[in-house]
């Protein structure tokens, strides 16, 4: 399957993580790999997934939006999702 070991999910970059499910499921879709590969590849873009939402979902609580006053002007931030 793979010339090298799997990168680490706890370190490895947003971009990096939906690159290599990229690959993956474009080798998938090619349908040219061994079963045993193919289950571990699948396995793998599980985690790669997960690893994804979980990073989305951080950067969603880290976002802000802008609040404006009567007269329209942007007077501070509050969270994006306060609950």
Do not use: N, W
């Amino acid at each position: 399957m793979a010339d090298k070991a799997p990168a680490d999910l706890g370190t490895m970059p947003f971009e990096a993580a939906l690159a290599e499910l990229e690959t993956i499921v474009a080798k998938l879709e090619k349908g040219d790999v061994a079963l045993e590969d193919s289950i571990a590849l699948y396995a793998r873009g599980e985690q790669l997934k997960a690893h994804c939402d979980r990073l989305l979902k951080q950067a969603e609580a880290r976002i802000e939006q802008i609040t404006f006053g009567a007269d329209g002007t942007p007077k501070g931030t509050k969270p994006l999702d306060p609950a």
